[in-house]
């Protein structure tokens, strides 16, 4: 097997190739591991919707499920049960990149449960409870970067456990998220942990920005406005990776944990599959290409920059002036920044929170149908 050019060039540009998606049936049919041998995967992050969309379409967890009614477990039990199990699969397919990459990459996420998103102790009690079921080194738990995630990522990292950092929309928050990292190292490394084992990174949504902020231009409906349709994610997406130059290459607190085998963390861009069909379904690839970032795909932009997507060389660094002009002109024509960041947190941690319950709600009824069919 081959791998794609189109993405082989992408990761040779300094981009991880990491899918967006995880099913079972992914992992048992060998689909995965042909995404790794032709698609340049290295790597796998999940969510509650991800998941809810798995466990409701075909049989293949039924059996589980029905085991797992026989042992008396609830919905909460068996979903931890099948997505830890899941999880733990594709770090095992992924192995491979984990040991060539030297523990970069060949990383699968998982999340704590979004109603936490407000529970910083109960966070960090779940992401200590996840690491240790799925038992993995090539683990990612993942937590929101809301206002009680903040100090839960610093004290999960000062646990020895690798972080995927998710929700982030604003480079202020980022910025804490990065603040929080760094507490972490320095928590972990008062602690003894290995600190070249501790990887992070930090999930920065992307066509979410353009949607709610293209919808306010188009309100506001001057051609002034209407001129920065499509502007505001890719700008706001380089800001924040000039945030973590600034951080990881310059600051000083980062360079002295270099010395004692810190990690940078990450870049990565979520939420990068097209919403408008106006904007060209590569967009949120193409443009922002930089070296030491990550970009989780859903299939369906793999499959187009696999297919007809360009390399037009680093389009990310060097754009920090261009990119706050943009902003500049986004607050001139009246967009409040602040509130788009807080309103799409909040839509972020609610859909999840749907996702989680209608996800609670199917296993329930599974585990009904499941007992009484006995």
Same mark, same amino acid.
């Given at each position: 097997?081959?791998?794609?050019?189109?993405?082989?060039?992408?990761?040779?540009?300094?981009?991880?190739?990491?899918?967006?998606?995880?099913?079972?049936?992914?992992?048992?049919?060998?689909?995965?591991?042909?995404?790794?041998?032709?698609?340049?995967?290295?790597?796998?992050?999940?969510?509650?919707?991800?998941?809810?969309?798995?466990?409701?379409?075909?049989?293949?967890?039924?059996?589980?499920?029905?085991?797992?009614?026989?042992?008396?477990?609830?919905?909460?039990?068996?979903?931890?049960?099948?997505?830890?199990?899941?999880?733990?699969?594709?770090?095992?397919?992924?192995?491979?990149?984990?040991?060539?990459?030297?523990?970069?990459?060949?990383?699968?996420?998982?999340?704590?449960?979004?109603?936490?998103?407000?529970?910083?102790?109960?966070?960090?009690?779940?992401?200590?409870?996840?690491?240790?079921?799925?038992?993995?080194?090539?683990?990612?738990?993942?937590?929101?970067?809301?206002?009680?995630?903040?100090?839960?990522?610093?004290?999960?990292?000062?646990?020895?456990?690798?972080?995927?950092?998710?929700? *982030?929309?604003?480079? =202020?928050?980022? %910025? #804490?998220?990065?603040? /929080?990292? +760094?507490?972490?190292?320095?928590? &972990?490394? $008062? !602690?003894?942990?290995?600190?070249?084992?501790?990887?992070?990174?930090?999930?920065?949504?992307?066509?979410?920005?353009?949607?709610?902020?293209?919808?306010?231009?188009?309100? *506001?409906?001057?051609? =002034?406005?209407? %001129? #920065?349709?499509?502007? /505001?994610? +890719?700008?706001?997406?380089?800001? &924040?990776? $000039? !945030?973590?130059?600034?951080?990881?290459?310059?600051?000083?607190?980062?360079?002295?944990?270099?010395?004692?085998?810190?990690?940078?963390?990450?870049?990565?861009?979520?939420?990068?599959?097209?919403?408008?069909?106006?904007?060209?379904?590569?967009?949120?690839?193409?443009?922002?290409?930089?070296?030491?970032?990550?970009?989780?795909?859903?299939?369906?932009?793999?499959?187009?920059?696999?297919?007809?997507?360009?390399?037009?060389?680093?389009?990310?660094?060097?754009?920090?002036?261009?990119?706050?002009?943009?902003?500049?002109?986004?607050?001139?024509?009246?967009?409040?920044?602040?509130?788009?960041?807080?309103?799409?947190?909040?839509?972020?941690?609610?859909?999840?929170?749907?996702?989680?319950?209608?996800?609670?709600?199917?296993?329930?009824?599974?585990?009904?149908?499941?007992?009484?069919?006995?």
């Amino acid at each position: 097997m081959t791998q794609n050019a189109n993405l082989e060039k992408l990761a040779a540009a300094g981009v991880s190739v990491w899918l967006d998606d995880l099913s079972r049936d992914r992992i048992e049919s060998g689909n995965l591991a042909e995404l790794v041998a032709t698609k340049s995967i290295v790597g796998v992050t999940t969510n509650p919707s991800i998941f809810q969309a798995a466990l409701s379409k075909g049989d293949v967890y039924d059996a589980q499920v029905r085991e797992l009614a026989e042992r008396g477990a609830d919905a909460t039990d068996t979903i931890r049960t099948v997505t830890t199990d899941d999880v733990r699969a594709a770090c095992d397919v992924l192995a491979p990149q984990f040991e060539a990459s030297n523990g970069v990459d060949g990383r699968v996420s998982i999340e704590v449960d979004p109603r936490l998103a407000h529970d910083a102790d109960k966070t960090v009690a779940q992401g200590i409870e996840l690491w240790k079921i799925v038992d993995r080194p090539n683990l990612f738990i993942k937590i929101p970067a809301t206002e009680a995630g903040i100090p839960a990522i610093a004290k999960v990292i000062g646990e020895g456990i690798s972080v995927n950092v998710t929700l *982030i929309f604003s480079v =202020e928050r980022y %910025e #804490l998220v990065m603040d /929080a990292y +760094l507490d972490g190292i320095e928590a &972990a490394k $008062a !602690a003894g942990h290995d600190l070249s084992k501790i990887e992070s990174v930090a999930s920065f949504f992307v066509s979410r920005v353009d949607t709610e902020i293209d919808a306010r231009l188009d309100k *506001i409906g001057t051609p =002034e406005a209407l %001129e #920065l349709r499509g502007k /505001a994610a +890719l700008a706001n997406a380089r800001l &924040a990776y $000039a !945030a973590y130059e600034k951080i990881f290459e310059l600051a000083p607190r980062y360079q002295q944990l270099l010395h004692d085998g810190a990690r940078p963390q990450r870049p990565l861009w979520a939420s990068t599959g097209v919403k408008n069909p106006d904007y060209p379904d590569t967009l949120y690839v193409t443009q922002l290409v930089a070296r030491n970032t990550v970009n989780t795909m859903p299939e369906k932009t793999l499959d187009a920059f696999a297919d007809h997507g360009t390399l037009e060389g680093d389009t990310v660094s060097g754009t920090a002036v261009e990119s706050q002009q943009v902003f500049d002109k986004l607050s001139a024509v009246g967009i409040d920044l602040d509130d788009v960041f807080a309103v799409l947190e909040k839509e972020g941690v609610d859909k999840f929170e749907v996702a989680w319950n209608e996800l609670l709600d199917a296993t329930t009824e599974q585990l009904r149908t499941a007992t009484s069919a006995h």
